[in-house]
């Protein structure tokens, strides 16, 4: 997502050169980060290092056309959500057709109006944000910030098959706040948040970018961790315990209960299975705490 203080990089692909330095020129007069390509196979190696976001993409080029770039783009998930606008002299309403059946968002014709580019352009970036914000809404835990429920179960199928295809094995943790009830009637529910809050903070301050932390449910949450042996979950896991443990409300000392499961190449095991077995031990833990 673009950030206040941060210009759009928009990416301008188009085999002529004078056509590219009017297209640049404009760009740097809206603030915009120009990236200029001549080929769609440039546009493609660029697409392999960065994001833009925007392109704006000439249909006839040597080699690989506008069509074929906009299609191989749209078919990267990585890349799916960026806006590509065709610019171009074609204007019939075959090649116009094309252009939208390829995935691209808007069609400007040649020789075109700056004014009406710019404005094109910042409906379509000001449109990105607005659906990315929305996205992440309903991808996301309003609380805590983690991801919610329906998001965990995408990503599980997404590691099961990634752990089957490419042999790379996946940790899950399914982690549990001990003494919320006792918080929630003893200082109110606000209290509770807080100290959801607390933990949902500790936790993602202590993963990687490549981990993902959901919430399953008022105070249970579910960790998975790609490519992570058990022993590395592990260390992790009670590093972040010591830390939290550490910390208190109200003067009490905030603790939770957790279980591991390792996914296994070898073994059918599905994903409730996967979760029981993580959700088994982690009640273990907090019997074990209870001293029963």
Same mark, same amino acid.
């Given at each position: ?5 941060? !210009? !759009? ?52 080029? !040597?080699?690989?056309?506008?069509? $074929? ?13 960026? !806006? ?34 710019? %404005? ?13 914000? #929305? $996205? ?5 835990? =309003?609380?805590?910030? %983690? ?10 199928? +997404? =590691?099961?098959?990634?752990? +089957? ?39 993602? #301050? ?5 981990? *993902?932390?959901? +919430?399953?449910?008022?105070? =249970? ?16 896991? $009670? ?29 059918? +095991? ?12 982690? *009640? =273990? ?8």
């Amino acid at each position: 997502m673009m950030s206040k203080f941060k !210009p !759009p990089t928009i990416l301008a692909v188009d085999d002529n050169s004078r056509n590219l330095q009017v297209i640049g020129s404009l760009l740097k007069e809206r603030k915009y980060k120009a990236v200029l390509a001549q080929t769609a196979s440039d546009c493609l190696e660029y697409l392999k290092k960065s994001s833009p976001d925007l392109i704006l993409m000439d249909i006839l080029m !040597p080699g690989m056309d506008g069509y $074929e770039a906009c299609a191989i783009i749209k078919a990267d998930i990585k890349n799916k959500h960026i !806006p590509i606008l065709f610019i171009t002299a074609l204007s019939d309403a075959n090649s116009i057709v094309t252009a939208f059946k390829s995935g691209g968002v808007d069609y400007i014709t040649k020789p075109f109006i700056r004014e009406e580019v710019k %404005a094109r352009i910042d409906v379509h970036l000001e449109l990105k944000s607005t659906l990315e914000k #929305l $996205e992440k809404m309903a991808i996301t835990d =309003e609380m805590t910030g %983690a991801f919610n429920r329906r998001y965990a179960n995408v990503i599980l199928q +997404r =590691e099961l098959k990634i752990a +089957r295809r490419f042999s790379r094995e996946f940790l899950v943790c399914v982690i549990d706040i001990d003494h919320l009830k006792r918080i929630n009637d003893n200082y109110g529910h606000v209290a509770g948040d807080e100290l959801i809050k607390k933990v949902v903070k500790e936790i993602k #301050l202590s993963i990687r970018e490549t981990d *993902y932390i959901f +919430r399953m449910g008022g105070d =249970e949450f579910l960790l998975v961790l790609p490519q992570t042996k058990l022993s590395e979950g592990q260390l992790l896991l $009670e590093r972040v315990h010591h830390k939290i443990h550490q910390k208190t409300i109200f003067g009490e000392p905030i603790d939770f209960s957790f279980g591991l499961a390792m996914s296994e190449l070898d073994n059918e +095991r599905s994903i409730h299975k996967l979760l029981q077995i993580a959700d088994d031990k982690m *009640y =273990e833990q907090k019997n074990q705490k209870k001293g029963l």
